[in-house]
């Protein structure tokens, strides 16, 4: 359906701009429809675990936006660089750092999804200031929001503490969709190394039954 169809009605003189409405009319059909989409999108299942899916690759790139030392060298020419999977060559200021994502996701029924999201980073990235990292994560999980139209999320509670013996973040975050509320996430990452671990449940109400059964089940292996 276009935005004509949406906005009926005859074409009136607009005062505040020399367009008619009827010239405006597709324009807000479109606001319109992403509006809806949006909505609809954050209240299927397939949308939520969509939505965590963006909302984690933005947190992992928040966390590798540290400001980098005084002494580092500002680049003067640009290098070309082609991907070694042969995805795409491009010129870069800097030679690129390569950042590793893997997501995985269980949808037992249409009110919660279970995700695991692991972010492998490149030792040329500094993540020695693990409180600052995951102080990132937390800021890029609620701004991740935005990706779905009218969407905001809410921090309802961040602390630090420590998961198996690494420095870690646990917050709890509700996202409303057009001012209403469709989607709660309790979400505990924490940094081992080089690699950035995100565990989260996500739920339509803020109970989480079995969130704590996910966490302590969560071992990391290989380290």
Same mark, same amino acid.
């Given at each position: 359906?276009?935005?004509?169809?949406?906005?009926?009605?005859?074409?009136?003189?607009?005062?505040?701009?020399? =367009?008619?409405?009827?010239?405006?009319?597709?324009? =807000?059909?479109?606001?319109?429809?992403?509006?809806?989409?949006?909505?609809?999108?954050?209240?299927?299942?397939?949308?939520?675990?969509?939505?965590?899916?963006?909302?984690?690759?933005?947190?992992?790139?928040?966390?590798?936006?540290?400001?980098?030392?005084?002494?580092?060298?500002?680049?003067?020419?640009?290098?070309?660089?082609?991907?070694?999977?042969?995805?795409?060559?491009?010129?870069?200021?800097?030679?690129?750092?390569?950042?590793?994502?893997?997501?995985?996701?269980?949808?037992?029924?249409?009110?919660?999804?279970?995700?695991?999201?692991?972010?492998?980073?490149?030792?040329?990235?500094?993540?020695?200031?693990?409180?600052?990292?995951?102080?990132?994560?937390?800021?890029?999980?609620?701004?991740?929001?935005?990706?779905?139209?009218?969407?905001?999320?809410?921090?309802?509670?961040?602390?630090?503490?420590?998961?198996?013996?690494?420095?870690?973040?646990?917050?709890?975050?509700?996202?409303?969709?057009?001012?209403?509320?469709?989607?709660?996430?309790?979400?505990?990452?924490?940094?081992?190394?080089?690699?950035?671990?995100?565990?989260?449940?996500?739920?339509?109400?803020?109970?989480?039954?079995?969130?704590?059964?996910?966490?302590?089940?969560?071992?990391?292996?290989?380290?």
């Amino acid at each position: 359906m276009t935005g004509a169809t949406l906005l009926s009605g005859p074409p009136v003189r607009d005062s505040r701009s020399s =367009r008619t409405p009827s010239s405006l009319e597709p324009e =807000r059909g479109r606001r319109v429809a992403m509006r809806k989409n949006g909505l609809r999108l954050a209240k299927s299942i397939p949308g939520l675990a969509i939505l965590l899916l963006a909302l984690g690759a933005f947190s992992v790139i928040t966390a590798a936006l540290v400001t980098p030392s005084a002494s580092a060298a500002q680049a003067t020419d640009w290098t070309a660089y082609t991907s070694p999977a042969g995805h795409f060559k491009a010129s870069f200021p800097t030679p690129p750092s390569e950042i590793s994502i893997t997501t995985y996701t269980s949808q037992p029924n249409t009110d919660e999804v279970y995700v695991v999201s692991v972010a492998t980073f490149p030792n040329s990235v500094d993540l020695s200031n693990s409180k600052t990292i995951l102080d990132n994560v937390v800021t890029g999980y609620l701004k991740g929001a935005s990706l779905v139209p009218g969407a905001q999320g809410s921090l309802i509670s961040s602390s630090h503490s420590t998961f198996r013996g690494y420095p870690a973040v646990d917050y709890k975050v509700n996202y409303t969709v057009n001012n209403a509320t469709v989607l709660y996430s309790r979400v505990k990452s924490f940094l081992v190394g080089h690699t950035l671990y995100t565990i989260a449940n996500s739920e339509r109400t803020d109970a989480f039954p079995n969130f704590d059964r996910f966490v302590d089940s969560f071992q990391v292996i290989g380290q």
